[in-house]
């Protein structure tokens, strides 16, 4: 009995495949895909409750010298496969699918996100949601998975140095605080966010009324900070946590009285 032929498949057969074809320059291309997709995706707290936010995703595979180019829509069709909702624990899952159906040895794929905590005001306990930039990093190096969290802090700095000579106040910022963490243990969020808040002048709010703005201008003024001192306070407190074993912080002061940022970095491991 002959087979039935779908006219789709007709018209796939008659199309070229431009894709596979032999490329003649010889040169491996490292990253290929798409950049800067937006799914949403669901994450789970430490308490366990269950939050949606949109994602934006991107894909890269490494492209062998004997190919012309890849599947580009093949990307777009595993974030889409089933509707599903994916996830931060599917994040491994998704990572091998695209290895798998782009026929990739090594890949990377990155999901940034906002996540966002309720907070209440220190004073008048005020609660309002402070959002925070998180990035889940994979890649497929050698054969190995390597998943890297990136969670960007927003704080509170104020300068020790303008303090010291001032007669009157000092001069204070708003500093983004950024940790990259290569992880051996689950580490959560929250407790990642808490132990930046706890190296900062001080900690942000979405609400202030004027009891709190009292208390959040006097704590930072009793706890000045340079930005070496918060790379180097954070990596201390790093340093005793043995599920982390990369970590970089990086100390971004957008300074208030100069037109430029004050920036440290420092990168590690813990043996």
């Known amino acids: 009995m002959n087979k039935i032929t779908k006219p789709n498949e007709l018209v796939a057969d008659l199309i070229e495949d431009t894709q596979n074809k032999t490329d003649h320059r010889h040169l491996d291309i ?8 937006t799914h949403p995706i669901i994450v789970k707290d430490k308490t366990g409750v269950v939050k949606h936010t949109n994602a934006t995703f991107s894909m890269y595979v490494h492209l062998p010298q004997n190919f012309k180019g ?3 829509s093949r990307f ?6 089933n509707k599903r909702e994916i996830s931060v ?3 491994k899952e998704i990572l091998e699918e695209m290895l798998q159906r782009l026929e990739a040895k090594s890949g990377y794929l990155e999901m940034q996100f906002p996540y966002f905590v309720n907070k209440k005001a220190p004073v008048t306990k005020s609660e309002s949601l402070m959002n925070y930039d998180i990035s889940f990093i994979g890649e497929m190096v050698d054969g190995k998975i390597i998943n890297t969290t990136k969670v960007t802090v927003p704080v509170t700095t104020l300068c020790p140095c303008s303090k010291k000579i ?12 950024t940790l990259t963490l290569v992880t051996n243990q689950c580490v959560w969020i929250e407790d990642i966010i808490e132990l930046i808040e706890n190296q900062a002048s001080c900690e942000l709010y979405g609400i202030l009324k004027r009891p709190d703005e009292k208390y959040v201008t006097e704590k930072a003024y009793e706890n000045p900070k340079f930005v070496e001192d918060i790379v180097r306070d954070v990596a201390t407190e790093i340093k005793k946590n043995k599920k982390i074993s ?3 912080i990086e100390s971004e002061n957008f300074e208030s009285i100069h037109n430029h940022s004050a920036y440290a970095l420092i990168s590690g491991t813990n043996d």
């Open 30 to 37: 490292d990253k290929v895909g798409i950049k800067a997709i």
């Open 70 to 72: 890849t599947h580009m």
């Open 76 to 81: 777009v069709e595993i974030l889409n496969t």
């Open 89 to 91: 624990t599917s994040f």
């Open 166 to 177: 001032a007669k009157h106040g000092a001069h204070n910022q708003r500093s983004h605080i």
């Open 246 to 248: 990369h970590y970089i």
